[in-house]
């Protein structure tokens, strides 16, 4: 049996202390060490995990042998100096998501880290949720036949965020998750978004996203709204499947479509709908955030990339940024950046 | 008392027949004559209403001194033809939505009407439809406050037209019901579609739409899609609505939103989010189609503009060739043309 | 290929039309004439259908050779005068529910029959229709395993009857689908009721109904209630179903339970619960009455007893005679006659 | 300012860390000591709460002069030895729901605490959850009208208890609420059950509860469901209400009903059906624990009778008892035994 891995945690405020509970409940992980510039978050987190070392000091966290790897819970402005630091001092590096401020610094995260072999995860935890992992599964196994659409809403009432729209508040759930289900990255954004409350910080976004293959998905993002809202419908050639969050039934799948059969005659068609079955399969309540961490770990000890690779949190980013840019000119179409591009502008 | 008016009804598919037991409900109204091509329809609307005369020649039902009007609910691809032979022949015009097949034509038919005094109208039938008239009342008492946006899906399974788009199809209720609830015609469009059952006929379209006023909504249209959706949700600065026309409670009024303060000090926001009671208003329950040729009758007789209007029905057309526009070039923003534009490029 | 069955139909107020069409529509079926005391009905219905003799004499029907069958769609107190005249001269007999106003008048209606060779089938629509016999295929196949117990919610708001209480009014169609469902006789029933509007017309009851195989069955009925429920949950030994008929997945099985094992040590209990996945099985749209009116030709052509037979139709006001008896001493728990006992107690 | 009260809390299973915690937050509130006689469950909570005494030994809690109150959070075989104890010893007591295992004990305790002057309160949590207030409200200001009945449901999957019936376990939150809102102990109860996994411990029952002023409630009580429902409608002779606990909507008031009209002419009837507005008042989120213990602090402090007075928790013990009772002779209606004849009969 290997050596526990240890952690340092720095970033004791509303997500922080779920990552320690996780990571102390978490087979082959210790908390070595957790950081805060706040006493009182410091003691009470101290009090909890007594074995953990309290510290104000980031650089303690780098130069303490006994830390294996750094997860970073800070507020996103500081992601990208945090985790570069760490990473120059050899730890490997999980950062809530977005992975940083801009693909710019996400880039330059990736390239040391991948320099130096050692994992950069994002944190991106829906996708370790069981009832996004079930629709993957569904989509892989060629159930739902070819994706031709997914339209999805993720609305609530606030919080608004001061310094960020709700694009970068809200988007990286539902464009990691696409990126995830689709395995492929945008290829072209056009975003129509308004600033209701505050002025220039979009609260609601309309965002059109196409992919190579032809899937063509629709994010409805807002801060308000009557009520809560977390449903995503994904039409395929063969089924469809409607995803809700807030419901019981979170996954249901439905035996329906059209079915264009071969022309009776030259430019006839013939269409037929089918309305089979509905199933709400059996998901299991696992923690996703408990999946994520344990895929850190399992990265970190196989060399093996997560599901929520670097490359993926950079994805998403990308994909922000461009519908950033298109609210920017009025709802343009705007290119999505790749890797290559990216690297060869910054 | 006036003496009754009297229509002569052409097309007797499926929405004629409709008609025919509507205005021969109505008070006022007689069905004078029915006209069809189809032998077997113009026998069974003869039996049901034997005072009607039944005739295959349209001709004859514009030199018929005892019709006042003509109603038709032909394919759309006659309504230019026949609406416009009608008004030449100094009768009012009742047209099943869209007014025409192109601006163009829809432009001709207004023009020609005002020149004769005449009336024109389209069957926008659900501007007519009691929620949506409360909603309206909403919105122009106020209560709403400021409209900052609304976001609107009509999807359900079927039925796919071999000959026009899912916006040609299903844009008219819905780019009606916007016109008539803002009370101004949308500025901007930008659609992405895609065609996935027929070649070349989008069968699903998400469309951005601008008004001058600042509201922006989102119209999702889908002829592919697990159930039968049609929900719609009116955000304003003062409270919400969501309209479900498939549901027993069509109409529930939330007491919702978020209030910006004064700033504190310079720089710093402060917001208050509020959620109070919700409200399901009772609707009356009673049939649009009938209120929708009272109307009619109306703007016969007193020579006032109906609230489905030829203007009405113009603009609506304005809205789908933008958005058509906007998905053959790949999603970029377009401009609705105004009347005079569309004047003057005619 | 056999000669049309001919049909006379009595009682054309609002359910008559739909059997008349109905018969109309049904294969190998005519109707050859229809019998009100209205001459406005007899009017409308017999424009509708020229090929039916229209009268206000209901011993024509009985005296016509041209008549097989007679279709009883008259108030409930006329139901044993009507059908045994038409039984006496030799008419096989439709009767809508309830078959009689009393178990004495069902049971002589059902001898008078039975003696003569004649078809007598009451009108229990619900157990034609496919949600109900789709959960019958269910519990006969086994998959459900034992029936625990059934709860069932029959609420709306209206429409008070002012000479008979809700138990007779909404109760046959209940009863007679835990008829069907479990192909046993209730034993006892125990009943709560309260005539909250009209003075002795109890409005809401409920009824607790027990069968010998050990299944229980609670029914609630009421004509005053916030909005229309149509709820039934089926818990068996293996999966459980809810029956809405309201909703567009009128029913859902649900694979879950719980599971006794052997005890580990002696009075020691080990259980375990099971959830599964939740299906919805897609259910034909076919009209229940036509099914019905079918299942009556078939009878009588074949001389096999309908699924409605006279038996079941007997059944069903023994068990709402119990309840009555039950309301009326206050709740008491009251054994459910028999077909003997009712016939020596005749 | 009073000095603060002092509580020793007995019982640290599932529900006595969330009294202690509320303890601890109540502001005018100390826990002074827990007991419990696993050592791992004292050393738990010793560890949050490390100002309160841990001991093993329920007498020492008895004895200490700091302990103003005691709680009492353990089995209910237990619940009147220790209640006892600890009023003997001068302590006042708050005891989980129900009260006592049976009516003789907890009219013991009761006549025990009056004799001494102590509060003695069962933890009847659910009359102090804001949704069950609000509706208490309505019902007290007449705005409901006579309550005509109650309909309650409540039922999911397991957990079956070995010892107790599903009466005992879930009855007593049901009865509560009833007994709070209608201000009136029932007079008569009928129940029907079955045992369906375990041997004589029934796990679904209906029950009927008479009250004297005319009210007529169905509780229906499962361990065995397909999913989890708590639903009660309470029909008013002026409006309705459906409470919910499972939905973000828990209150819904409908201003329906139906209207008996003075008689036209002598023996009709005529009635009107009224569908007004839905109203969801929004409810505050306050948690019923902490008020609930707020409210012995304040009969310990004034003198007053709580809410959930003794009183009421031994009347909820009669219902459970004549359901019992009903249940043991096959359904028969009992009479609810009132204060005075229980004690003769003690």
């Given at each position: 049996m290997n050596a526990p891995l240890r952690f340092g945690v720095v970033g004791l405020g509303y997500w922080g202390p779920n990552l320690v509970r996780n990571l102390q409940e978490l087979e082959g992980a210790e908390v070595a060490a957790v950081c805060d510039r706040r006493d009182d978050r410091l003691e009470l987190i101290g009090r909890r995990y007594p074995a953990a070392r309290t510290t104000r000091d980031f650089d303690s966290l780098l130069v303490d042998p006994l830390v294996?790897?750094?997860v970073i819970a800070t507020p996103v402005a500081t992601h990208h100096s945090l985790a570069l630091r760490a990473l120059e001092a050899g730890k490997h590096v999980f950062v809530e998501k977005p992975l940083a401020a801009s693909s710019q610094e996400g880039h330059q995260l990736m390239t040391t880290a991948n320099r130096s072999g050692l994992v950069l995860m994002p944190g991106h935890t829906f996708i370790y949720s069981p009832p996004v992992i079930r629709i993957k599964?569904?989509?892989?196994?060629?159930?739902?036949?070819?994706?031709y659409f997914i339209s999805t809403s993720r609305v609530n009432l606030g919080l608004h965020q001061a310094d960020v729209s709700v694009v970068w508040d809200l988007g990286p759930h539902d464009f990691s998750i696409l990126r995830y289900w689709l395995g492929e990255r945008p290829s072209f954004v056009a975003a129509t978004a308004r600033s209701c409350i505050l002025p220039d910080t979009p609260d609601v976004a309309f965002i059109n996203v196409e992919c190579a293959s032809g899937t063509v998905s629709h994010v409805e993002l807002s801060w308000l709204a009557p009520g809560k809202l977390r449903r995503t419908t994904i039409v395929g050639s063969?089924?469809?499947?409607?995803y809700d969050d807030t419901s019981s039934e979170p996954v249901r799948i439905f035996d329906s479509g059209a079915l264009l059969q071969d022309p009776k005659t030259f430019g006839e068609y013939r269409l037929t709908y089918r309305?089979?079955?509905i199933v709400s399969p059996h998901i299991d309540a696992r923690e996703p955030l408990a999946l994520e961490l344990a895929d850190f770990c399992m990265a970190i000890q196989t060399g093996d990339t997560p599901r929520s690779s670097a490359q993926l949190g950079l994805d998403v980013i990308h994909v922000i940024e461009a519908?950033?840019?298109?609210?920017?000119?009025?709802?343009?179409?705007?290119?999505?950046?790749?890797?290559?591009?990216?690297?060869?502008?910054?």
């Open positions: 294996d790897a750094v599964e569904l989509i892989d196994s060629g159930e739902l036949g070819e994706i063969r089924k469809m499947v409607v309305t089979g079955d519908a950033e840019q298109s609210i920017a000119c009025g709802g343009e179409r705007v290119r999505v950046l790749d890797v290559i591009e990216s690297q060869s502008g910054a």
